[in-house]
């Protein structure tokens, strides 16, 4: 039992209580049950990589936005991973392509633009001629520093803005609601 609440515990926001409350949830399901979830997780990690245009998470070669032909209106909204892109999807606001950086430049950290997706990015822009660069980036010193960063790389190519300041400093994109979401995507404004 002990392991079993150490192993949630891993998880990015489950403290000790939650931990706690999941193992046990599990410990009470049917084998079968639990032989589906752990099925689930090993089939995930095994099958599931990236897009390889905009490296959001796919088990196809080109995630589903990728593939959608009716998104192509010259935008492409920059996010640090994943999950910033989901919660800008469940805004349904923004109808163009993605492209996941993998991360923020934080030089404490030792993350510099060489370990994220930022070479692919202005390769991407320059070949598939973006008339707008929206980056939806943390608003954090490592949100900034990339914002900043970025936007200079990528004016001699297209117009960069970047989503207002609707989301409180410090906070994280993936915790935001849709509505303050939408709000500073509505608000965006260009990079100076």
Do not use: W
């Not at 930022?118 to 939806?136: F, K, M, N, T, Y």
Request: proline share 5%; charged share 25%; aromatic share 6%.
């Amino acid at each position: 039992m002990a392991r079993l609440i150490d192993q949630f515990e891993r998880l990015p926001g489950i403290g000790p209580r939650t931990a706690q409350r999941l193992a046990l949830h599990l410990l009470r399901q049917p084998e079968e049950q639990i032989r589906s979830f752990a099925d689930a997780l090993l089939a995930a990690r095994s099958q599931v990589g990236q897009c390889q245009r905009c490296f959001h998470l796919s088990a196809e070669p080109l995630c589903e936005i990728c593939r959608n032909a009716e998104r192509g209106n010259g935008q492409l909204c920059v996010v640090a991973d994943s999950r910033d892109l989901l919660a800008m999807e469940r805004t349904r606001e923004f109808k163009g392509h993605y492209h996941v950086l993998g991360g923020l430049i934080s030089p404490m950290d030792g993350i510099g633009p060489e370990l994220l997706q930022v070479q692919p990015l202005v390769r991407r822009v320059d070949a598939e001629g973006i008339s707008e660069v929206i980056l939806a980036l943390t608003p954090s010193v490592e949100g900034d520093t990339t914002s900043l960063y970025l936007a200079r790389l990528l004016k001699p190519f297209t117009t960069v803005s970047r989503i207002a300041y609707g989301l409180p400093v410090g906070s994280e994109l993936e915790y935001a609601d849709e509505v303050t979401l939408a709000r500073a995507f509505e608000g965006r404004r260009q990079v100076e």
